[in-house]
């Protein structure tokens, strides 16, 4: 079935630490999105790509870097300059011109 | 620029009830709409979508919705609640070939 994956599900990590989140399509998706999910605070937009090799930056980029090697792949890394890193992030990916996203369960990292 | 209100971050009904989530959107241009669901610790899932076709949409699950272009309004309803449609539902908007726009949720608890 096609889908998007993310991993891993749950992460901690120590603060001052990197960490990458994984996020693949097998839906042949040009446009590719992260989003941040905060209680109360709806879906924010970190990065998206639209095109391999292109990415631009979101509503909330600081601290965030992404990369888009492949189509199927957009990694997201959340580096030790977010200040509130604690979250939950979801990956998504969208045909075009429908605007409708197909979205993956999501990635809860904890920073301790 | 477009934007999303969802009106009571909370709803409670009882099983059997009527459900009715209030979501207004602002457009510069015929929009596309959205409502999806989400089930804790998990991604969101499309429970139906306008993009100019009929007015009233129906969705999965028993759901549907009223395009009203006079109110711009979209607001979700079902008509007996189901436990099984406890859940965060969000209101999204987007226009051609833009970034979409999440409403900040609902959450649905339905009562036995």
């Known amino acids: 079935d096609g889908g998007i994956t993310q991993s891993p599900k749950y992460l901690f990590r120590k603060e001052g630490q990197n960490v990458t989140l994984s996020c693949e399509q097998n839906?042949?998706?040009?446009?590719m999105y992260w989003y941040r999910q905060d209680p109360g605070q709806g879906l924010r937009l970190i990065y998206y790509?639209?095109?391999?090799?292109?990415?631009q930056k979101g509503d909330i980029a600081e601290g965030y870097s992404v990369s888009r090697e492949k189509k199927e792949s957009f990694p997201l890394t959340v580096t030790s300059a977010q200040k509130n890193p604690t979250a939950f992030y979801l990956c998504?990916?969208?045909?075009?011109?429908?605007?409708?996203?197909?979205f993956g369960e999501g990635s809860r990292l904890t920073v301790l | 620029a477009q934007s999303v209100t969802q009106l009571g971050s909370h709803v409670s009904v009882s099983e059997g009830a009527l459900v009715l989530l209030r979501c207004n959107y602002s457009?510069?241009?015929?929009?596309?709409l959205f409502w999806y669901v989400q089930y804790p610790n998990q991604g969101l899932q499309l429970l139906l979508k306008?993009?100019?076709?009929?007015?009233l949409v129906k969705g999965i699950n028993g759901f549907e919705a009223e395009f009203k272009k006079s109110e711009t309004s979209f607001h979700l309803t079902k008509p007996s609640a189901h436990m099984s449609d406890a859940a965060e539902y969000f209101c999204?908007?987007?226009?051609?070939?833009?970034?979409?726009?999440f409403g900040t949720g609902t959450k649905l608890q339905v009562i036995p």
């Open positions: 998504a990916s969208t045909p075009p011109e429908t605007g409708e996203l197909f």
């Open positions: 839906l042949n998706h040009d446009a």
């Open positions: 790509s639209q095109i391999v090799n292109d990415f």
């Open positions: 457009s510069s241009v015929p929009p596309y």
């Open positions: 306008y993009t100019s076709a009929a007015t």
């Open positions: 999204a908007v987007t226009e051609h070939n833009q970034k979409v726009t």
